[in-house]
């Protein structure tokens, strides 16, 4: 099955600094990388994805780069804001089926200084 | 579209008792996957199922642990004598494709199960 590592899995900056959170995975056969906020008590909410024809996607603040050679992929946020604030998960698959549905990885608290 | 709906939102058992856990897709949606978030964790996948099919429980407890979703209603995760262990949250997800396509997941709001 994947084995799927995050880091770091704390990282506390200043509002207004960027944050990078990596994530790293086994399964070359992965195709699909997204990246899931949850904020405290609340469910998991997908906030962007890529799949492994493209290195890169935006949207507004956020993005990820993905390295298919290397087997990560990668979330950034810049201009973080006090929202930001939440516990991120990556969470790679493949779309060819399988046993497994999306595999999490353990996640990594965001805490954004004021 | 009132989204992926679950309930209860907290139940509380006492070890030994039934847990039975619902969620109800969102219209339109007919494939159904629950997931298990313990404390301070990630969420593992445990069973993905369409109407009247189970079609991976490779995540699940090999006991105590079944789910169904049947023709009519929401999909059911039952968790019989429950110990202390099983409390955590437990997410539902829906997609309107199978995940061969992996268009993400929408969540509903989870259950969580404190054992007593």
């Known amino acids: 099955g994947e084995n799927v590592e995050q880091h770091p899995s704390t990282l506390s900056v200043q509002e207004g600094d960027s944050a990078v959170i990596k994530c790293t995975y086994s399964d070359s056969a992965s195709n699909y990388f997204p990246w899931y906020k949850q904020e405290l008590g609340k469910r998991p909410q997908l906030i962007i994805d890529?799949?492994?024809?493209?290195g890169e996607k935006k949207d507004q603040r956020i993005a990820v780069t993905l390295n298919k050679t290397a087997k990560h992929f990668s979330l950034h946020i810049t201009e973080t804001q006090p929202e930001d604030s939440a516990v991120y998960f990556c969470?790679?698959?493949?779309?060819?089926?399988?046993?497994?549905?999306?595999?999490f990885g353990k996640g990594t608290h965001l805490i954004i200084q004021p | 579209n009132a989204g992926v709906m679950q309930n209860p939102r907290h139940l509380v058992r006492r070890r030994g008792q039934e847990a039975r856990l619902r969620c109800s897709p969102m219209k339109g949606h007919s494939h159904v996957y629950w997931y298990r978030q313990l404390p301070e964790e990630g969420l593992k996948f445990m069973v993905y199922?369409?109407?009247?099919?189970?079609?991976?429980e490779s995540g699940m407890p090999k006991e105590r642990f079944s789910a169904e979703f049947p023709k009519e209603g929401p999909s059911i995760l039952r968790i019989q004598q429950v110990v202390r262990g099983d409390s955590a949250a437990y997410f539902c997800?829906?997609?309107?494709?199978?995940?061969?396509?992996?268009?993400?997941?929408?969540f509903g709001s989870g259950t969580r199960l404190t054992v007593v």
């Open positions: 890529i799949r492994s024809n493209v």
């Open positions: 199922l369409q109407k009247e099919n189970i079609i991976d």
């Open positions: 997800a829906s997609s309107a494709q199978d995940r061969t396509y992996l268009y993400g997941y929408t």
């Open positions: 969470a790679p698959g493949y779309s060819g089926g399988g046993a497994d549905g999306l595999t």
